[in-house]
T-cell receptor
Framework: GAVVSQHPSRVICKSGTSVKIECRSLDFQATTMFWYRQFPKQSLMLMATSNEGSKATYEQGVEKDKFLINHASLTLSTLTVTSAHPEDSSFYIC???????????FGPGTRLTVL | RKEVEQDPGPFNVPEGATVAFNCTYSNSASQSFFWYRQDCRKEPKLLMSVYSSGNEDGRFTAQLNRASQYISLLIRDSKLSDSATYLCVVNFRNDYKLSFGAGTTVTVRA
């Protein structure tokens, strides 16, 4: 069964609104989670590394004030897309690292459409 | 230059055929290598890790060539269910960050 869940799986919102996406590790405690974005026919691009109890580390070119990440517990990280615009429409995928198995598991993804 | 490059394909093969494709990576200090499979509109799923000596998992064989900085995936006796996009994934540093290729699409036809 799934070891990482994401919610919601799909969201459609109006331009200017904020959208929160949750990523949960179900069977293990994840000190590190990652957030990716994938545009059609393109590769997954790492947006940021989410560390439990500390600030997220953002990749170059990713606005930290626009993509707010909170890793409040060892099983939950949230990504909030603030003031979403149509160009933010994408497939957002999180992954969680199981430190005991040294393996990353991916969530099922959230498809965001901004009108 | 992209960190990880793949031939996008598509590779259209009949059932039972063998299909192989490569991926090149730019950073010679890369440490870990993987093949993931991604079905349409779904998340990537780990197919197999790639080890220095090459490794096999059923009908799938992965090879690593550090000198030429490429990894390969070979699928024998293709099944219809093998139709997917195969993502080449590399870890450059010891910080668990993964770099993805854009994927190679394989379509197996009956």
């Amino acid at each position: 069964g799934a070891v990482v869940s994401q919610h919601p799986s799909r969201v459609i919102c109006k331009s200017g609104t904020s959208v929160k996406i949750e990523c949960r590790s179900l069977d293990f405690q994840a000190t590190t989670m990652f957030w990716y974005r994938q545009f059609p026919k393109q590769s997954l691009m790492l947006m940021a590394t989410s560390n439990e109890g500390s600030k997220a580390t953002y990749e170059q070119g990713v606005e930290k004030d626009k993509f707010l990440i909170n890793h409040a517990s060892l099983t939950l990280s949230t990504l909030t897309v603030t003031s979403a615009h149509p160009e933010d429409s994408s497939f957002y995928i999180c992954s969680a690292r199981d430190p005991q198995l040294d393996t990353q598991y991916f969530g099922p993804g959230t498809r965001l459409t901004v009108l | 230059r992209k960190e990880v490059e793949q031939d996008p394909g598509p590779f259209n093969v009949p059932e039972g055929a063998t299909v192989a494709f490569n991926c090149t990576y730019s950073n010679s200090a890369s440490q870990s290598f993987f093949w993931y499979r991604q079905d349409c509109r779904k998340e990537p799923k780990l197919l197999m890790s790639v080890y220095s000596s090459g490794n096999e998992d059923g009908r799938f064989t992965a090879q690593l060539n550090r000198a030429s900085q490429y990894i390969s995936l070979l699928i024998r006796d293709s099944k219809l269910s093998d139709s997917a996009t195969y993502l080449c994934v590399v870890n450059f540093r010891n910080d668990y960050k993964l770099s993805f290729g854009a994927g190679t699409t394989v379509t197996v036809r009956a």
